[in-house]
Nanobody, 128 residues
Framework: QLQLVESGGDLVQPGGSLRLSCAASGFTLGYYAIGWFRQAPGKEREGVSC????????NSADSVKGRFDISRDKAKNTVYLQMNSLKPEDTAVYYC?????????????????????WGQGTQVTVSS
């Protein structure tokens, strides 16, 4: 059974850092691009970052470029989102999702509708 489990969310002060993890089970990352999304109260879910199934291509939203970094550990079948210089506007529930591709593709899916599987989310709160 394909499953994604996020962890690492917490309450952090502005300017702080967090690392989110997305542990995948039931499938191998070599066939799936992984995206991180977030949803703040009263707002639509938005894309944050994605990493291709090859692991060689990443994309990030303009709002997080230079602050967030997506990476993966293929041996652990886990994708990470390192978040630095956090701002109150980063407060949201963060979700990871998987998009099926050909093996080791460089394609990084940008649209929510392209993703087939979703985790349950982890809360990130940035507040003093």
């Amino acid at each position: 059974q394909l499953q994604l489990v996020e962890s690492g969310g917490d309450l952090v002060q502005p300017g702080g850092s967090l690392r989110l993890s997305c542990a995948a089970s039931g499938f191998t990352l070599g066939y799936y691009a992984i995206g991180w999304f977030r949803q703040a109260p009263g707002k639509e879910r938005e894309g944050v970052s994605c990493i291709s199934s090859s692991g060689t291509n990443t994309n990030s939203a303009d709002s997080v470029k230079g602050r967030f970094d997506i990476s993966r550990d293929k041996a652990k079948n886990t994708v990470y989102l390192q978040m630095n210089s956090l701002k109150p506007e980063d407060t949201a529930v963060y979700y990871c999702a998987a998009h099926r591709t050909s093996y080791s593709s460089s394609y990084c899916a940008g649209k929510l509708s392209e993703y087939d599987y979703w985790g349950q989310g982890t809360q990130v709160t940035v507040s003093s």
